[in-house]
């Protein structure tokens, strides 16, 4: 006898069902890398601003920057555009200064998408938590995240 060529309903299903189980599986894993792949860009990020920030506070009469904007529009132009963190999209990296003007930090909210990091005092620690936040400072931790 002749068979009809094809599949049935039940090959179909079953393929279906492979596919289902594999895409359940990689997606995950593609989130991760994608954090991964974040993390490093605010870590290179990071470090070029706060490179441009050390330069700022050498032309402008040993003082940092009252916001990282100020990097933009200083003479010479140091930095333009700042980059936005790659976690949140279209927003700077956020930046303090102590309120004695001697210390700074620049942090990105990292993948938990919330800022843990609120500040940096006078002694230069940091206030609030490093968590999984990504950071440079010229204070007592210098970097992490």
Do not use: C, W
Not at 36 to 50: F, M, T
Not at 76 to 82: F, G
Not at 92 to 108: C, E, K, L, M, R
């Amino acid at each position: 006898m002749f068979r009809k060529k094809g599949f049935t309903i039940l090959e179909l299903l079953i393929v279906i069902g492979v596919i289902a189980i594999l895409v359940g599986i990689a997606l995950p894993r593609f989130k991760g890398m994608k954090d991964e792949g974040n993390s490093a860009k605010a870590k290179g990020e990071l470090r070029a601003i706060q490179t441009a920030v050390e330069s700022y506070y050498i032309h402008n009469a040993s003082a940092y920057p009252a916001a990282l904007t100020n990097l933009t529009t200083a003479v010479p132009t140091i930095i333009n555009p700042v980059p936005d963190d790659p976690f949140n999209g279209t927003n700077d990296y956020s930046y303090a200064v102590s309120p004695n003007g001697t210390y700074y930090v620049i942090y990105s909210i990292g993948p938990g998408g919330a800022a843990t990091i609120t500040g940096i005092d006078n002694t230069g620690a940091l206030t609030g938590s490093a968590g999984d936040d990504i950071y440079v400072s010229n204070g007592t931790s210098t970097s992490g995240g």
